[in-house]
C-alpha cells in the first residue's frame, strides 16, 4: 500500500519504486530544460472577499500549476529555479517557497493536491526510467513513489482513489496550436494498476466531480478544443469547436460548468461553458483584471480564481557587449526579432503589442517606425531576414492561411508567397549567394530549397537528416561562403538541444555545443554567437571553448538577436515580473476543487 503523507526527510532514499501493471497503451517520455531565478520575498496572504486580486507570490519567471490548501494556510506550485523545473510548498503567511523535489534528478512539475490535501502528485521527466513519470509525495515532500512510469499533467479522482494522467503535455508558446498525439491513463492508486482510456490528442485531463467524466483538451494544428470523456460508456465529445486556443479546462463544484483558457476575445482570458451532453453551447466569458495575458489558472476549494500573470515588455537594444554601454534603438516596447540590414543602417522587427503582428521598419532616426505589413487580427509573423542585396525581407506568415515563406519587396512594399514550398513552412533563411533557402516545418529537421533569381518560387532540393535520438535539426543562419548551416537540435517536444553545423558537401553534422538556440557565425567564420538562458553566449570552432558574451540578470535576452557587420549586437531584453494573483470569489454552485494547468 502506497505510504501517505508524512514530513520531508532528507537523510532517507527520496524515491521508492512501485510494482505497475500496465493493461494496455504505449510509453511516452520528453524532457524540459530551463534556468530561472527567484525574487523571495515576504507577502501575507489576504483572502478578499470580492473586488481587486491580492497578490499573492512574486517570482521573476513563470510560476506553474498553483494550488492553494482548503483552509488557505499554504501553496504548492512549480518553478524552474535551479536549472530544472520543481516542486514548491509555500506557506502563505510567510510568501517564502521550500523546493521540495531538489534532490530528484529530474524536470518535476505539474503538481495536483490531492483532495484530502495531503499529497501532492506530480509529473518528472527524465532519460532514466526510474525518475521519469507520474509521482506523488507526502505534502511535506517525503514518502515520494512513482503510480506510472511515463505521463504528464496528473489530477486526483475528487475520492483520492484514482489519478488520470496524459501521455503529453502542452506546448510552451500560447498563441499558436499544434497537433499532439497524447492519450489518457488512469491509475488506481489502491490496486496498482494503469488502464489505458483514450487515444487521440488529448492533453491536460482533469475528473469531475462524480467521477464519470474527464474533461480535456484535444491539442490540433488547427486549434485545440475542450473534450468530455464519459467513463461509462468510453465516448468522447466535443464541448468547443473553434480555431481558437481553448485549453486548461476545469470543472465547477456541481459539475455543470467547466472553466478554461482561451484567446478567443484576442486575449488568453478565462471562459466558462455549460458541460451538457453533446450540445455545444457559447462559452460565457469571466471577468479578469485588464492586464497580459493569464499565463497560470487554478480556482481554489473556496472558489476564487487564482491565477498568474507575467507584466513585462520587450526592448531592443544595440550594444558591443560584456561591460559596454547598451543603447535603445527602438524606443516603443513589444518588438522582437530583430534584423539588421547588410549595411547596418536600417532595422526590421516584428510589432508583437496587439492581437495580430506585423513587421516594422527603424531607420535609425529614433522615430515610431513605418508599418511594412498591415494584416488582419490574429495574423502571426515570425523571423524576418534580410536577404544579402538589401532588397527583400522573407519571413513565415499565416497571413493567407496556413503558414508559408513570404517575400517583401522594398522598393514598392509589395509581397508574395514563395511558391513551391510546403505549408507549414517556418524560419526562412536565405543563402548570401541567394541560390538556396532553409526552411523547416514542425517536428521535422529543415530542409534546403533551390530558388529562383527573384526569389518568388523555390524547389525543395533535399531534406537534412535526422540527428541521433530522434533529435531534429532547425537550420537557422548560413556560412558565409554558403557551405554550412547552423542551427539547433530539438528533441520531439521541442526541448533545444544543442548547436550543430551541417556541411552540405559532406551531408554531415557537427555539435558545436549540448545546449543554446539561434546560432549566428561571424565574419571570423571561426566564432558562433548563440542565445542560451537569457544570455548570449560565443563559442570557438576549432576548440570549443564557450564563453559568456552578454548578460542583461535580472532581465533576459528573449525574442531573437542578430549581428551587425561592424560586430555590434542587436538584442531583445525583456523586462518582466510574475505576479500570482488571488482573485474574487465565483458564485457558490460554480466552484470547482480541480485545478487548472498553466501556459509555460
Not at 536600417?346 to 496587439?354: D, H, W
Amino acid at each position: 500500500m502506497r505510504e501517505v503523507g508524512g514530513a520531508k526527510n532528507s537523510n532517507s532514499t527520496w524515491y521508492r519504486a512501485k510494482w505497475i501493471v500496465l493493461v494496455t497503451g504505449p510509453i511516452i517520455a520528453v524532457a524540459v530544460v530551463a534556468v530561472v531565478s527567484f525574487h523571495k520575498q515576504k507577502k501575507e496572504l489576504i483572502l478578499p472577499g470580492g473586488g481587486d486580486p491580492t497578490p499573492v507570490t512574486y517570482t521573476a519567471r513563470p510560476i506553474s500549476y498553483p494550488n492553494l490548501s482548503k483552509a488557505g494556510e499554504f501553496m504548492v506550485f512549480s518553478n524552474p529555479e535551479a536549472g530544472k523545473w520543481d516542486i514548491y510548498h509555500q506557506l502563505t503567511a510567510t510568501g517564502v517557497p521550500e523546493n521540495l523535489t531538489e534532490k530528484i534528478p529530474a524536470n518535476c512539475s505539474e503538481p495536483d493536491l490531492s483532495p484530502d490535501n495531503q499529497d501532492i502528485a506530480f509529473a518528472c521527466e527524465s532519460e532514466s526510467p526510474k525518475f521519469n513519470g507520474i509521482f506523488v509525495m507526502g505534502v511535506g515532500g517525503g514518502n515520494v513513489t512513482q503510480e506510472a512510469p511515463f505521463g504528464h499533467n496528473p489530477s486526483w479522482s475528487r475520492d483520492g482513489k484514482h489519478i488520470v494522467f496524459a501521455t503529453s503535455h502542452a506546448p510552451d508558446r500560447i498563441h499558436r496550436s499544434k497537433a499532439i498525439a497524447s492519450s489518457l491513463y488512469d491509475v488506481d492508486i489502491v490496486g496498482h494498476k494503469t488502464t489505458f482510456l483514450y487515444a487521440g490528442n488529448a492533453i491536460q485531463p482533469h475528473w469531475s466531480p462524480d467521477g464519470a467524466s474527464i474533461v480535456f483538451c484535444s491539442m490540433l494544428a488547427t486549434g485545440s478544443s475542450v473534450w468530455v470523456f464519459d467513463m461509462r460508456n468510453r465516448h468522447a465529445h466535443p464541448l468547443t469547436d473553434d480555431k481558437s486556443i481553448n485549453w486548461f479546462p476545469a470543472w465547477s463544484r456541481n459539475g455543470e460548468t467547466i472553466y478554461f483558457l482561451s484567446n478567443r476575445s484576442g486575449r488568453m482570458t478565462v471562459w466558462r461553458i455549460a458541460a451538457t451532453g453533446d450540445i455545444i453551447i457559447p462559452a460565457r466569458e469571466v471577468s479578469v483584471p485588464e492586464s497580459q495575458d493569464i499565463n497560470c489558472f487554478a480556482i481554489t476549494s473556496d472558489g476564487r480564481m487564482l491565477y498568474g500573470a507575467e507584466f513585462g515588455s520587450l526592448n531592443i537594444y544595440k550594444t558591443a557587449g560584456l561591460g559596454s554601454p547598451r543603447e535603445r534603438v527602438v524606443e516603443a516596447s513589444g518588438f522582437r526579432s530583430p534584423t539588421v540590414s547588410p549595411d547596418g543602417l536600417t532595422l526590421v522587427a516584428v510589432s508583437a503589442m496587439s492581437t495580430s503582428e506585423n513587421l516594422f521598419l527603424f531607420d535609425g532616426s529614433g522615430g515610431p517606425g513605418e508599418p511594412l505589413t498591415h494584416f488582419k487580427v490574429g495574423t502571426h509573423v515570425g523571423t524576418p531576414r534580410w536577404s544579402p542585396t538589401q532588397e527583400y525581407i522573407t519571413f513565415y506568415s499565416d497571413a493567407d492561411g496556413p503558414l508559408r515563406i513570404w517575400l517583401l519587396k522594398l522598393s514598392d512594399r509589395s509581397l508574395k508567397s514563395v511558391n513551391g514550398l510546403p505549408d507549414g513552412s517556418l524560419y526562412p533563411v536565405l543563402s548570401p549567394d541567394m541560390t538556396r533557402i532553409a526552411i523547416t516545418r514542425p517536428g521535422e529537421s529543415s530542409s534546403i530549397a533551390v530558388v529562383d533569381a527573384q526569389g518568388m518560387s523555390a524547389r525543395i532540393e533535399r531534406g537534412l537528416p535526422s540527428l541521433p535520438n530522434g533529435l531534429t535539426f532547425t537550420a537557422w543562419s548560413w556560412s558565409k561562403n554558403s557551405s554550412k548551416l547552423l542551427g539547433f537540435a530539438q528533441s520531439r517536444n521541442g526541448t533545444p538541444k544543442g548547436i550543430y553545423i551541417y556541411d552540405i558537401l559532406l551531408n554531415h553534422y557537427e555539435m558545436l555545443t549540448t545546449t543554446g538556440v539561434y546560432p549566428i557565425l561571424r565574419d571570423d567564420q571561426n566564432t558562433v554567437v548563440f542565445q542560451d538562458a537569457g544570455q548570449l553566449y560565443e563559442t570557438n570552432v576549432q576548440t570549443g571553448v564557450r564563453r559568456v558574451i552578454l548578460s542583461m540578470a535580472p532581465d533576459r535576452i528573449a525574442g531573437g538577436f542578430d549581428l551587425s557587420k561592424t560586430g555590434g549586437l542587436y538584442i531583445n531584453v525583456f523586462h518582466s515580473a510574475v505576479l500570482l494573483f488571488l482573485g474574487e470569489q465565483l458564485a457558490p454552485d460554480l466552484v470547482s476543487q480541480t485545478n487548472l494547468a498553466p501556459i509555460q
